[in-house]
């Protein structure tokens, strides 16, 4: 059982890419989420899902796109990357509400130069 | 606003002391509470949550946090605390447990322990 699986785990844009991070689960989780982790601001989310082909805005979705063709994926677009993008960045996923908590993937540790 | 405040941004201990890590919350209902646990370079792991019943929870890991309504507080206490239990770690609330947006974090707390 893989649980929530980032790829990458590390990488490095110039101002001005576009990038995709990937996010896969195998839990048959409703619940999809990402977020981002900076110092000193803790946990912010960017954008979920509550299953495929729905999908919401989170506290800090500027400049991120989502979409959910599946249960299993859900990819986070960086349509033109910025300084202020540099993160770390995590997928999370739960079934139906938070009644059993999230299960987060490892992080993708992304710089923007 | 609904806000999760834990006081302490960086804790020290040895090992095999006890620990305590604070948590408070400003929501005026009884709210969903977790507390998360993240290893250097790693993704947050649940280690327990609090919904309704007992007060006092037990985790893993051999953690357990008390909820005191009168306080609005979920502390996560430890006896007897490893070397591996050095980590960052999250207290997180939610009114709705439905609602993946309604989840608020702490900034986190910095547990290092010494040897």
């Known amino acids: 059982n893989a649980g929530v699986t980032q790829t990458p785990k590390f990488q490095v844009l110039k101002t001005g890419q576009s990038m995709t991070l990937q996010c896969a689960q195998d839990?048959?989780?409703?619940?999809m989420s990402w977020y981002r982790q900076d110092p000193g601001m803790g946990l912010r989310l960017i954008h979920y899902?509550?299953?495929?082909?729905?999908?919401d805005q989170g506290e800090v979705p500027n400049g991120y796109n989502v979409s959910r063709s599946t249960t299993e994926d859900f990819p986070l677009r960086l349509l033109s990357a910025a300084p202020s993008q540099t993160s770390v960045y995590f997928c999370?996923?739960?079934?139906?509400?938070?009644?059993?908590?999230?299960?987060f993937g490892s992080g993708t540790r992304l710089t923007v130069v | 606003a609904q806000s999760v405040t834990q006081p302490d941004i960086h804790i020290t201990v040895s090992e095999g002391a006890s620990l305590e890590l604070r948590c408070n919350y400003s929501y005026g209902a009884t709210p969903y509470l977790f507390w998360y646990v993240q290893s250097p370079g790693q993704g947050l792991q649940l280690l327990l949550k609090y919904f309704s019943g007992d007060t006092l929870v037990q985790g893993i890991k051999g953690f357990e946090a008390e909820f005191k309504r009168s306080q609005s507080s979920f502390n996560l206490r430890k006896p007897s605390v490893h070397w591996s239990d050095a980590a960052e770690y999250f207290c997180?609330?939610?009114?709705?447990?439905?609602?993946?947006?309604?989840?608020?974090w702490g900034l986190g707390t910095s547990l290092a322990v010494n040897p």
């Open positions: 899902s509550v299953g495929a082909g729905i999908t």
């Open positions: 999370a996923s739960n079934y139906r509400g938070l009644n059993y908590g999230y299960t």
């Open positions: 839990m048959n989780h409703e619940y």
């Open positions: 997180a609330v939610a009114l709705d447990a439905g609602n993946n947006r309604k989840l608020i």
